[in-house]
Nanobody, 127 residues
């Protein structure tokens, strides 16, 4: 059983930065960890995913601005978000799958099949 708890959301102005954290309890080898976001009235979007070997995948709108990383000692996965834009405003969710990431499919929750989800943390970017 895996539990995920996000933190670090908040309100910033455009161009600012935030770092989201996801504390992962329960250990699983070869797991896939990811960040998703959902804005009001929009479908959920995969933002970034990281496999157990450190490989990462990003959706195009955040490439060069967001970085996913993990601290194995703290069992925490992070999403560093720089140069934030108003269109980045959304509820951000951490997700975990006990299987390996399926490349670009890891940003599609329907294809990767994430089993575990956090409660979400709100990010609001003002212009």
């Amino acid at each position: 059983q895996v539990q995920l708890v996000e933190s670090g959301g908040g309100s910033v102005q455009a161009g600012g930065s935030l770092r989201l954290s996801c504390a992962v309890s329960g250990n699983s080898y070869r797991r896939c960890l990811a960040w998703f976001r959902q804005a009001p009235g929009k479908s959920r979007e995969g933002v970034a995913a990281m496999s157990g070997d450190g490989g990462s995948t990003y959706t195009n709108p955040v490439k060069g601005r967001f970085t996913i990383s993990q601290d194995s000692a703290k069992d925490t996965v992070y999403l560093q978000m720089n140069n934030l834009k108003p269109e980045d405003s959304a509820m951000y969710y951490c997700a975990a799958d006990e299987g390996a990431c399926w490349g670009s499919y890891s940003l599609d929750s329907g294809k990767q099949g994430y089993t575990y989800w956090g409660q979400g943390t709100q990010v609001t970017v003002s212009s």
